[in-house]
């Protein structure tokens, strides 16, 4: 064998050194390639894309209790009377001795009328002073620019059953204060700032600040209804808005902050078409919440508006029979149960944000049944769940879900035409992404709470389709609803899991409670 003098090393067994050399730089070569093939997704970035979340099939209730005999327009009212508040009261009464007394004592006006299409208008300033109606006819009752403050009693008290239009002076504002205390008569009520024994119907486009220092701040022993205005109440030491027969809304801003409920209804119904209400409270924020006769049926329906309700120690929104939200924006934060109803929950539309620190975030004692809108609900630590139907139906034909929570009732497969996934649980303030195994995106979502279970439903998810979860990354350009992303684009964090969508609903982690079956 020939050597080399330079080396010392067989020439043939220098060349294999060579080969095996450039070997293991082709496979270390290989190597790193491999590596940056399987991390290529972290990084990468995927559309997410809107969809419509417009219910083709609605259920519950639509009705908006209308009435023509509630609207202003439909009424005939050809006398007034005016009452100017002050140093002294001026009273112009045009139908003295003609069925119209008007009599004052100590600043104290009361009014008794016999005859029809009477309307009043009051101004001016009392320190203590009040006004009473009685009327055998319905009336109309401006307030035009009026301030009253009754330290005895309500400032506006009407011994009426009949209907009273309550007209809020364009461009004008009223404030109306009672009493800390003061003695209940025995022949009349008189719990409230603004108390009525019949209707009372607010439209105009002026402003009203009513504090409740005794107990409510505006109450009708019949039915309240606002068609526009606004109404604000700084202070009630009960029910901002309490009533026996009904409440309803077609319109105005109410702005309230109680020590009871937000707006109550004692023995009767609910029905809300549109207005902007913000409802501050320690008990419920809007409530139809009798229960102890069969005959009355304590329904809610919301149609439309927008709500931001915070309660520190009850519901946001409860109804003790069918509770129906068919639209509307909501922002519901309570320690209770963000919304609940007795029998069933019917949610058809709307953007709903929920989260309870303490109990369910949507909860129905009966069926649960989703048709269309955005929601988010976040319920407590186990054993709350963002959605909980106490083993009754959990129907879902459209909308986007995301519930998150320590647990979920299970939606009901038999029932229901659109998937749903049941997943582990998430950090606070994490992002997570679900996308299919193709790159299209379901769901990004920023997490406002640690929970164990989370739930999803989404027009987005399809049956047999395999699907990747991601947690972390970031969001350009994107639209946030609560932390829902409906729109912008997502660079990827780092795949958890996968999972397929083996059936309509499926369950890959968390914890199902009593749920829908």
Known sequence: MKYSNREN?????????????????????????????????????????????????????TGKAESP?????????????????????????????????????????????????????????????????????????????VNLTNNDGPAINIQSSKRAFIVLADNTTNSLTDGVTYTA???????????????????????????????????SDDYVRVISGTITIPSAASDGIHTNDAFIADGGTLTMTTAGDGIQCEEGYIVINDGTFTINVADKGIAASYDTDT???????????????????????????????????????????????????????????????????????????VTGGKIISVGAGSP??????????????????????????MPTASVSTQAAVIVGGGTLNQLIHIESTDGVEALTFQIPRTYATMMFSSPKLKNAQSYKIYTGGSVTGGTNLNGLYTSGTYQKGTEVSTFTMSSLVTSVGGSTGPGGR
């Open 295 to 369: 005959t009355i049926d304590p329904y809610l329906t919301i149609n439309g508006g927008t709500f931001v309700i915070n309660s520190s120690a009850g519901e946001g929104i409860e109804s003790k029979s069918v509770l129906t939200i068919n639209n509307g924006e909501f922002t519901i934060k309570t320690s209770d149960d963000g919304i609940n109803a007795g029998t069933f929950i019917y949610i058809n539309g709307g953007n709903l944000y929920v989260y309870s620190t303490s109990n369910d975030g949507i909860d129905s004692n009966g069926k649960l049944t």
């Open 69 to 145: 005999d509630d609207l202003l327009a439909n009424a005939t009212f050809t006398s007034t009377v005016t009452i100017t508040y002050g140093s002294t009261i001026t009273v112009d009464n045009p139908l003295a001795g003609k069925g119209v007394t008007v009599t004052e004592s100590n600043g104290d006006v009361v009014v008794n009328s016999t005859v029809s299409e009477v309307a009043y208008v009051i101004s001016g300033t009392s320190t203590n002073g009040s006004l009473k109606v009685y009327s055998d006819k319905k009336f109309k009752l401006t307030l035009n620019g």
């Open 384 to 409: 709350e769940e963002g959605f909980d139907c106490d083993r009754n139906t959990f129907k879902i034909t459209g909308g986007i879900l995301v519930g998150i929570g320590g647990a979920t009732s």
């Open 9 to 61: 090393t067989p020439l043939a067994f220098r060349g294999q050194l060579i080969l095996i050399l450039i070997s293991l730089l082709m496979l270390a070569s290989c190597s790193k390639d491999n590596e940056t093939v399987e991390d290529a997704s972290k990084g990468a970035s995927v559309s997410i894309d809107s969809v419509s979340t417009i219910s083709t099939a609605i259920e519950g209730n």
């Open 185 to 219: 008569s025995d022949t009349e009520d008189r719990k409230a700032t603004f108390f009525s024994e019949g209707q009372l119907i607010f439209s105009g486009n002026g402003s009203v600040t009513i504090k409740g220092n005794y107990k409510h701040a505006i109450c």
